[in-house]
């Protein structure tokens, strides 16, 4: 690696409020692996796929609004949640393709003083480190393996589909066999779970209108990963992060099986493996706690 | 090209097997076939029946990826038999590849499925063209091409079933219309010659069967070989509901409202406040217990330390500016 990494980082919502651990490993990964993370903190959010069923050109132009700020520190934007990095790169390119809808949505942005302009890309943080800084460089680093740790990687979805909008931020990872997890939890010398439902959906979008819908998935994955024999679960996104931890007691409910899986976020694997203490990770802001770190 | 200069592959594969008739569970039947870079899924399905297994039982009729009729699930990817060519199968799964029907607890016989739940959801809304169309036209009616691109290429659907039979909500909640349904309420809602669009939007409105209840997957979109995107047909329905004003007062429709309000006045979310204007506070006594646990473990910012935006006057000013829906 020549040359010394630099983002604008977007946080997201989540990951300032109920997941604060998410950001907290966040950056002290980025500290320990020389990254430079620029905070966007006018960044507003996403959304959350939410919005976009209601407002479609204020979604779009809240988004873009986003995407400005990073071209104006002249800095690929890095997102932390699955969702804010699908909101994310689906504004970018719908209106990278779409000529008269650019010049729509810049319209309103002008008149805060704002253009887009496309320079800007737009990454989940687990590619960044996985693509960008590099397994091999991460291995080097390496002080403190997971070492006889099973650990069941959990995609999420809104990293790895569509593949056609996010293909080339995810170093084409295929939805079907999707592997950079599994291959971040190998250079961090643990032992990657495989079950049917680590690259399915969580629910969690229909959690307050449909929650036997949002348990019965997360419950699915969870009881997947204890069949397989995992001593926890990680994932790159803080939405499947509250599903899978924060209601785990409701979802054993729904399933009818006592279910106790820590669910880590990615960061906090890098971190652990990095030799960073686990309070500096947040380790203690989980519902279900990862006993073996305490 | 002569035969020898094609380059070909050995293949270990499991057949799904099961006669409803005869059989109490199913079972695989393994064959070992040479694959060629030229053959699709369908060559290889015929190639078992005709030169190993006669009775092995599998839906086609066109080949030309346009009947619908020949999906099935290859290593749990659902793929149209005709069109999925095997060396993409093999560059993805390896060389043990394993064939399903389209959903194993529907099969009648091996790859043949009863797709009447299909069917069934798919004539619910209305799949057909509704208008009063003059029965003697003088001339033509004509379409024009910005007109017809509102379809957003809805009509492409061939009914193949893989998108309903790879999506997660279907699968735990079977009342979900799904993505195939849904996608085709758009084709009708979305063409300027319907009359029935407020109806549609009715049913498909509808809490428990209806948009509300797609997870937001991407399944469907990812697995459609017409290229149809499901997922982007049920947000147009989402965004038709409020844009013809007959959106439900409901939990979802408010959490959806929701974010504008919280974006307006914070930049972010206002994650617990938004929770409580969507369930309202009836609905809030269900979350308590998730609410203490989140609380004890740091999950919720106290009111007078959540995060707002910089420049918040920038985006109130923009939210003015940009809003074009109305609930
Ligand atoms: S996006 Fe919605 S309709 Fe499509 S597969 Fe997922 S839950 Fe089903
Ligand atoms: S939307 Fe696509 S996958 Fe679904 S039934 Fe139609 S053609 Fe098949
Ligand atoms: S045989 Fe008709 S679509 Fe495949």
Not at chain 2, 94 to 117: C, F, H, Q, V, Y
Request: glycine share 6%; aromatic share 8%.
């Amino acid at each position: 690696m020549a040359k010394k990494l630099k983002y604008a980082l977007y946080t997201g919502c989540t990951a300032r409020e109920s997941t604060p651990e998410l950001l907290q490993s966040t950056l002290a990964v980025a500290e320990k692996l020389g990254i430079e993370l620029e905070m966007l903190d006018e960044a507003s959010c996403c959304g959350a796929s939410h919005l976009q069923d209601f407002d479609d050109h204020l979604s779009l132009v809240l988004n873009t609004r986003n995407l400005c700020y990073a071209e104006k520190k002249d800095l690929p934007m890095v997102t932390l949640c699955n969702t804010c990095q699908l909101n994310s790169s689906m504004t970018k390119h719908r209106i990278d393709e779409n000529k008269e809808l650019r010049e729509r949505v810049n319209n309103d942005l002008r008149q805060v003083g704002l253009e887009y302009k496309g320079v800007s890309d737009v990454k989940h943080f687990l590619y960044a480190i996985v693509e960008d800084f590099g397994l091999d460089n991460l291995k080097n680093k390496i002080i403190k393996p997971l070492k006889n740790f099973n650990i069941a990687p959990f995609y999420g979805c809104h990293n790895i589909r569509p593949s056609e909008i996010q293909g080339h931020n995810n170093g084409h990872e295929n939805p079907y066999v999707p592997n950079s997890l599994d291959r971040l939890i190998e250079v961090c010398g643990g032992k990657s779970v495989d079950y049917d439902e680590k690259n399915k959906c969580c629910g969690f979008h229909v959690d307050l209108q449909s929650p036997e819908t949002a348990n019965k998935l997360s419950g699915n994955a969870l009881l997947g990963a204890t069949d397989a024999n995992a001593d926890f679960m990680v994932t790159p996104c803080p939405l499947c992060h509250l599903n899978l931890d924060v209601k785990q007691h409701k979802i054993g409910e729904t399933m009818g099986r006592e279910i106790n899986m820590p669910v880590l976020h990615m960061p906090q694997i890098v971190g652990l493996a990095l030799g960073i203490p686990a309070e500096k990770l947040g380790l203690n802001h989980h519902v279900v706690k990862a006993v073996y770190f305490e | 090209m002569s035969q020898d200069q094609i380059a070909s592959k050995k293949v270990l594969f499991k057949a799904f097997r099961f006669n409803a008739d005869k059989d109490i569970l199913p079972y695989y039947e393994e064959y070992k076939l040479i694959v060629t870079q030229e053959d699709v899924v369908l060559d290889v399905l015929n190639k078992i029946k005709w030169e190993h297994s006669g009775s092995f039982s599998y839906r086609r009729s066109c080949r030309h990826g346009i009947c619908g009729s020949c999906a099935i699930k290859v290593n749990g990817k659902a793929v149209l038999a005709c069109k999925e060519r095997m060396f993409d199968l093999i560059e993805t799964f390896g060389t043990e590849l394993i064939l399903d029907p389209l959903n194993k607890s529907r099969a009648i016989k091996d790859l043949i499925i009863d797709k009447k739940d299909f069917w069934d959801k798919y004539s619910s809304v209305q799949p057909f063209l509704i208008a009063n169309v003059d029965k003697n036209p003088a001339k033509e009616n004509i379409i024009s091409q910005k007109v017809a691109d509102k379809l957003l290429e809805a009509d492409y659907c061939i009914q193949c079933g893989a998108c309903y039979y790879s999506c997660p909500a279907v699968e735990v909640n079977p009342e979900y219309l799904g993505p195939a349904a849904l996608a085709k309420a758009y084709r009708f809602n979305g063409d300027v010659r319907d009359e029935a669009k407020l109806d549609r939007l009715d049913t498909v409105n509808e809490m428990g069967s209806g948009i509300w209840n797609c997870v937001k997957c991407f399944e469907c979109t990812q697995v459609c070989p017409k290229e149809v995107n499901p997922m982007d047909k049920i947000t147009q329905l989402h965004l038709q509901t409020f844009a013809e004003g007959v959106a439900d007062n409901n939990v979802a429709t408010r959490h959806a409202v929701g974010f504008k309000h919280s974006i307006e006045k914070h930049g972010l979310l206002d994650e617990s406040g938004l929770v409580f204007y969507s369930e309202g506070i009836f609905g809030m006594p269900q979350h308590i217990p998730e609410a203490i646990n989140m609380l004890k473990n740091g999950k919720i910012p106290m009111p007078w330390s959540l995060p707002k935006s910089k420049n918040l006057a920038e985006i109130k000013k923009l939210v003015k500016i940009s809003s074009t829906a109305k609930f």
